[in-house]
C-alpha cells in the first residue's frame, strides 16, 4: 500500500511527555509537568457539575451543530450563530480550513517558528509553504504581507504566538490586514488570548465587521482547563464558516465536551481566577530569569520561551531527572526552552532546580 507521497516526512505529533510515564521511566515519586501550557487551577466547578448531569447520556449521540453552546457563544461575543463553528480543539478547525481551501496549486504564508499544526495540515494539502523568520520573536508582519502572492490562500497569525508567547499590537494588526488581498484567508489563531493583559492587544471578534477574509480560532484547553475533551471554535464571516462546515465530520464534539463548555462560559468567577493566577505566574518567572541573567520572550500566554544558553535537549534531560518536564526542540531557538505556567509551589521548584542545573554547567557566573 502507498500513501501520498508528501506525507512521507511528515513527523509524527509528539506531545509533552505524559507524567505517568515518567516516574515509571525515572523511579520518581513526584512529577510536575510545565510542557503543555495546561492550566494548572483544574477547570470550572461547574463543568465538572454539568458533566456529572451529563454522564448517564453517553449513550447518546452528542448535538452534531453544538445548538446550545453555540447560542451561549454568539451571546457572549456579539455575534451570529452562523459565525462559529466547533471542533476537536481549535486544532480541528486548523485541519478544516487546510481541507476546505487549500490544493496543491495554493500557497499559504506563516511565521517559521509557530505553532507546529499549520505547517503539517498544510504539507498534508500538498500546498506551497512559505516560512517568514520572526523578528525578535514576533510576526514579521511586513515580510508576511510581501510573501502574498496571486497563489496565497491562507495566512497564518498565531497571537500570542506558540512558542515565543510574543502579541501582534493592535495598530500594526489593523494595518496588515486593511492591506491584505481580500482573496487571501488570515487565521488568527488566538488559543491564549484570555491570558493577556497587555493594552494593546486586539480582541480578533472585533475586527470582524471590517475584514469578512478573517477567521479567529480559539480554545477551552487553555484557559477554561478542559484540555482532555477536546474542544474548540473558530469565528468568522458566516460565509466563511459554511464552507469550513462542508468539511467538517459529524459529531466531531463530545457530549461531555459541550456541556462542560457551555457550563465555562458562564462562571467568569474562574476566568477571572485563572487569569490573575496566571499573571502571578508570569511576574515571578519573568522577575526569576532577570536575577538568573536569562534572556527570555516577555510571555503573554501562560508560557515563556527562556534562553538557557546550553542545547535545549540537554536542558530537557536534566530537569527530566529532576522530575520536572518542560518543552525544547525549537529549530531556530536552539538553547531555548518553553516552560508553562504551573502552580506557585511548581514554579517554585522549576526556578530552583533550573538554577541548579545551570550552576553545574557552569552557565550561570
Not at 530537569?319 to 520536572?324: C, Q, V
Request: proline share 4%; glycine share 6%; with cysteine.
Amino acid at each position: 500500500m502507498q500513501p501520498k507521497v508528501n506525507i512521507m516526512h511528515l513527523p509524527v505529533y509528539q506531545p509533552g511527555k505524559p507524567i505517568e510515564d515518567v516516574k515509571r521511566e525515572l523511579g520518581l515519586d513526584e512529577v510536575i509537568k510545565l510542557a503543555s501550557n495546561e492550566n494548572p487551577i483544574g477547570y470550572s466547578p461547574k463543568a465538572r457539575e454539568a458533566m456529572l448531569d451529563e454522564i448517564d447520556q453517553l449513550n447518546i449521540y452528542p448535538d452534531g451543530a453544538s445548538v446550545e453552546l453555540t447560542a451561549v457563544l454568539a451571546k457572549r461575543l456579539g455575534v451570529q450563530e452562523n459565525q462559529i463553528i466547533f471542533g476537536t480543539g481549535s486544532s480541528d478547525i486548523i485541519l478544516m480550513i487546510c481541507r476546505a481551501y487549500l490544493t496543491a496549486e495554493d500557497e499559504t504564508v506563516m511565521a517559521n517558528e509557530t505553532f507546529s499544526q499549520y505547517k503539517h495540515n498544510c504539507e498534508i494539502e500538498n500546498a506551497k509553504i512559505v516560512e517568514v523568520p520572526l523578528k525578535d520573536g514576533r510576526h514579521d508582519l511586513d515580510a508576511m504581507l510581501a510573501a502574498v502572492t496571486d497563489r496565497t490562500k491562507v495566512v497564518w497569525i498565531c497571537n500570542p504566538n506558540n512558542p515565543t508567547g510574543t502579541v501582534v499590537e493592535h495598530e500594526q494588526l489593523v494595518q496588515f490586514l486593511e492591506k491584505m488581498p481580500k482573496h487571501v484567508l488570515v487565521v488568527l489563531d488566538e488559543a491564549y488570548c484570555e491570558y493577556v493583559t497587555a493594552d494593546n492587544f486586539t480582541d480578533g471578534v472585533s475586527l470582524l465587521p471590517r475584514f469578512s477574509n478573517v477567521v479567529i480560532l480559539r480554545t477551552f484547553s487553555k484557559v477554561y482547563g478542559l484540555a482532555a475533551n477536546r474542544i474548540g471554535y473558530g469565528i468568522g464571516e458566516a460565509s466563511v464558516i459554511r464552507t469550513i462546515n462542508q468539511v467538517r465530520e459529524p459529531f466531531n464534539t463530545g457530549r461531555l465536551a459541550q456541556v462542560a463548555a457551555k457550563a465555562s462560559l458562564l462562571d467568569d468567577e474562574f476566568l477571572a481566577r485563572s487569569v490573575a493566577a496566571n499573571s502571578a505566574g508570569l511576574d515571578y518567572l519573568h522577575s526569576a530569569f532577570d536575577r538568573l541573567g536569562l534572556q527570555y520572550f516577555k510571555g503573554h500566554g501562560n508560557f515563556i520561551l527562556v534562553d538557557v544558553r546550553t542545547p535545549s535537549k540537554q536542558i530537557f534531560d536534566l530537569l527530566l531527572r529532576k522530575g520536572i518536564i518542560i518543552r525544547a526542540g525549537w529549530k531556530h531557538y536552539p538553547t531555548w526552552i518553553r516552560v508553562s505556567v504551573g502552580t506557585e509551589q511548581e514554579n517554585i521548584k522549576f526556578v530552583r532546580e533550573l538554577e541548579e542545573v545551570l550552576t553545574e554547567l557552569a552557565v550561570l557566573h
